[in-house]
């Protein structure tokens, strides 16, 4: 199948189309029915009616997009009529939602003449938040645009002007920087007289390239004073005296070229006479105006971009008008301005420098990126784009007086870590309060990682060490994990980070006696402990275990009962616990606690017991609200006599001696315990009516199944596992956890050795 069957096929299975309406409200009951229809609905009509800004707090409006187009310059297929434009207004629809959370119905004008659209806009005012203009020919894009801005008090983008731009404009930055060329002295290119181009240019000049470094080309050549054939008004500004006039010409000497026009615009000889390290962004879609080996061919110390995802520095669209629209949205501003834009272009070139994370990498087949000739500018799958560019834009528009709302723009920032996840905000808060711990004058953890030769565990260091969750203690050959430290450029996140290598440690031989000492009459030797001690989990196991580190995160490249064995030989289980695995369990609007799901096979009716007591107690700790425990089975309360509903029920008993306050209930299938409306039919006595938050699983087997489902195929995201019952903090990552994960579990682990020095481990 070709990529054009599979766009149609794509386009036309199941449901057509890429989007669909769907209720933010319950409309399941009479009740339901009546507020958000008649008679309810009438009361928010009267209140807006009043008052017409109370619009945004009644209905959609705040966060409502129209992507507007009359179908004259679609993509590269050009005037293709209002109807054939509407998938790509669909799909403009679809990454308003996936990457910034915003609505967006799609509307498609039959109308050529600007002065039709440009009413019809205005006529559309009360419906939306704010108007995408898409797909719209120049000249005529300009005076929509200009004329809608004048007489809508709602924002309206031109994304294939503005869009362009700010990417771009990201990418011109940090290329600048990268030559070191000054952006006030640089001659730039501009190939194409349309809407891309001329706000391409409008930008660059706001950024700080001057009016006379800046040569324009179209189709007719160079735009020049005095030339009449082709002209409009837009043009005109970018005319300049000179003598050059074809594209050939004004490459000759020039700092950059920025294509925004037609495949083969330009050729590699033309670019041979650029000045030198030139910049050179062929923004031509599909096709480039010159394809990146040609110009490296003839010009190696060239820095190129495109508009293409199978190169370098792609110039996406999507990295601007979904969080620039964001915090227009979440300000009511008036206007997208001048001010909101530059905040955009300098948040993105900014966000270029950061340590780019795991998840995106993923997202490139593993491809690893860093700020160079490579990586000009984030890449589209960069979810902190969202944060970075839409508190930037809020920040403007408040600043330069558009904004009808004020916000706190660190309370904003949190607000839009809710939209990467729930993931995201469960972690900010166990972060926040290790942080807030260190800060009030407590030590800062110190957590070893026997792992320190693996590039994921160095970079997870990193951001650990920079976000204050701990202070990592690497394992392994110092010269090694020095070079891949300078070679990852982490030297400066890891300098002074202590690094161990156990088999030329002075506390080598301390370790191994002590060692011998807790295993002699477990099978132990003296050259046994000195042999095993060389090995870097047993040598952080009894780091630990002597108080010189706090605790130990291991796993990332070993075997789940590899990396256990040496802390339950070294540390040990708690006298009268039970060690057990548990995962929380995140989803959009809950969390929930699974056990056990990695360490034991067939518990019996005790170690269930002990398994739910341990994780209502870790729930606990973590969590605001009081666990409620539901102990998993087949069987409805006795529904079933058969041995293994028997041992479940019996566990629910053992718990209710051990600690009778505690709310739990079972032998319940879990659709029982997570929904309400089955307890309040057939089980009022149920103390666990429908909104169980720990879920005891009956043996290893059910626990992991489930787990694993809910993380791959359901809407779960999975931290841990999380070990309990250990004398000391020690958790096991999964193999191939991502930078991301280890992070996470290095809060977890930090926030499970502040509690234990203070003393709380027991709240259940």
């Not at 110009?295 to 495109?306: E, F, G, W």
């Not at 108080?547 to 006298?575: C, E, F, M, N, W």
């Not at 041992?647 to 629910?652: D, I, L, M, T, Y």
């Not at 999964?734 to 994960?741: A, P, T, Y």
Request: charged share 25%; hydrophobic share 40%; proline share 5%.
């Amino acid at each position: 199948m070709t990529i054009y069957e599979e766009a149609l096929e794509y386009h036309s299975r199941g449901r057509k189309g890429k989007i669909e309406v769907v209720p933010s409200k319950p409309v399941s009951t009479q009740q339901d029915l009546s507020l958000a229809y008649s008679p309810g609905v009438a009361e928010p009509c009267r209140m807006i009616a009043e008052k017409e800004e109370l619009s945004y707090e009644y209905t959609a409006k705040g966060n409502l997009v129209a992507v507007l187009s009359n179908g004259t310059a679609v993509l590269g297929l050009g005037d293709i009529g209002p109807a054939a434009a509407k998938p790509v207004m669909e799909g403009k629809g679809v990454l308003f939602k996936k990457f910034a959370d915003i609505d967006v119905f799609d509307i498609e004008l039959n109308a050529k003449n600007p002065d039709d659209v440009i009413r019809a806009c205005e006529m559309l005012e009360p419906t939306f938040g704010g108007i995408n203009l898409e797909d719209i020919k120049a000249p005529e894009c300009f005076y929509i645009e200009e004329e809608l801005k004048k007489r809508l008090k709602i924002p309206v983008f031109h994304d294939d002007q503005h869009g362009t731009a700010v990417i771009s404009g990201a990418a011109f930055l940090n290329a600048l920087e990268i030559v070191q060329k000054d952006i006030r002295k640089v001659r730039v290119v501009f190939c194409g007289g349309g809407a891309a181009a001329i706000a391409c240019a409008n930008l660059y000049l706001n950024l700080g390239v001057r009016r006379e470094n800046i040569l324009m080309a179209d189709s007719k050549g160079v735009i020049y004073s005095g030339r009449k054939e082709g002209m409009n008004p837009y043009k005109e500004r970018f005319a300049v005296e000179t003598d050059k006039r074809t594209i050939a010409q004004a490459l000759e000497g020039a700092d950059a070229f920025v294509g925004v026009s037609v495949k083969d615009g330009i050729s590699g000889e033309m670019i041979k006479k650029m000045a030198k390290d030139p910049i050179v962004f062929a923004m031509a879609n599909p096709d480039p105006e010159v394809l990146p080996e040609d110009v490296l061919k003839v010009r190696p110390d060239a820095i190129m971009a495109t508009g293409r995802s199978d190169y370098p520095n792609q110039v996406n669209n999507v990295l601007g008008f979904p969080f620039i629209f964001r915090g227009a949205l979440d300000t009511r501003s008036t206007a997208i301005n001048e001010e909101m834009k530059m905040a955009a272009v300098r948040a993105l070139a900014q966000l270029a420098k950061e340590d780019v994370p795991e998840s995106v990498s993923r997202a490139y087949g593993g491809q690893q990126f860093r700020f160079g000739r490579e990586y000009l500018i984030p890449k589209p799958f960069d979810r902190r784009a969202l944060l970075w560019v839409a508190t930037a834009v809020a920040e403007a528009a408040m600043k330069s007086g558009v904004a009808r709302k004020k916000l706190d723009i660190a309370a904003y920032r949190d607000n839009l870590e809710m939209l990467l996840g729930s993931t995201y905000t469960v972690m900010r808060g166990i972060k926040k309060r290790v942080k807030t711990g260190a800060s009030d004058g407590k030590s800062k953890a110190t957590i070893v990682f026997p792992e320190g030769e693996n590039p994921k565990i160095l970079r997870a260091a990193q951001v650990i060490r920079e976000e204050g969750i701990a202070e990592p203690i690497l394992l392994g050959t110092d010269t090694i994990i020095q070079k891949m430290i300078a070679d990852m450029g982490l030297h400066e996140s890891l300098k002074e980070v202590k690094v161990i290598r156990p088999s030329a440690c002075d506390r080598h031989g301390e370790y191994a006696q002590r060692f011998f000492e807790k295993r002699m009459r477990k099978g132990a030797t003296v050259s046994l402990a000195q042999q095993l001690m060389k090995q870097n989990n047993y040598y952080g196991a009894m780091m630990v275990e002597m108080g010189h580190a706090d605790g130990l995160l291991s796993g990332i490249t070993q075997s789940y009962p590899d990396t256990l064995r040496p802390a339950i030989q070294v540390i040990g289980v708690k006298p009268g616990s039970r060690l057990a695995g548990i995962y929380m369990m995140i989803f959009k609007k809950r969390v929930l606690w699974f056990a056990d799901t990695t360490v034991n096979i067939d518990p019996n009716a005790e170690q269930l017991a002990d398994i739910a007591l341990q994780t209502a107690e870790l729930a606990q700790r973590f969590m605001i609200e009081e666990p409620r425990v539901a102990m998993l089975s087949f069987s409805n309360f006795g529904s079933n006599e058969h041995p293994l509903a028997v041992r479940v029920r019996q566990a629910v008993e053992i718990v209710k001696k051990r600690m009778p306050n505690i709310i739990i209930d079972g032998e319940m299938q879990a659709d029982t315990a997570l929904r309400p409306e089955i307890s309040a039919e057939s089980f009022p006595f149920n103390r666990v009516p429908g909104n169980a938050n720990v879920l005891i699983f009956p043996d290893l087997q059910s626990g992991n199944i489930a787990y694993k489902l809910m993380a791959r195929m359901g809407s779960a995201e999975a931290i841990g596992p999380i070990l309990v019952g250990l004398n000391k903090p020690v958790f096991v990552l999964q193999q191939n956890s991502d930078v991301n994960d280890v992070v996470n579990m290095a809060a977890i682990t930090a926030m499970e050795i502040s509690l234990k020095k203070e003393g709380k481990t027991k709240h259940v």
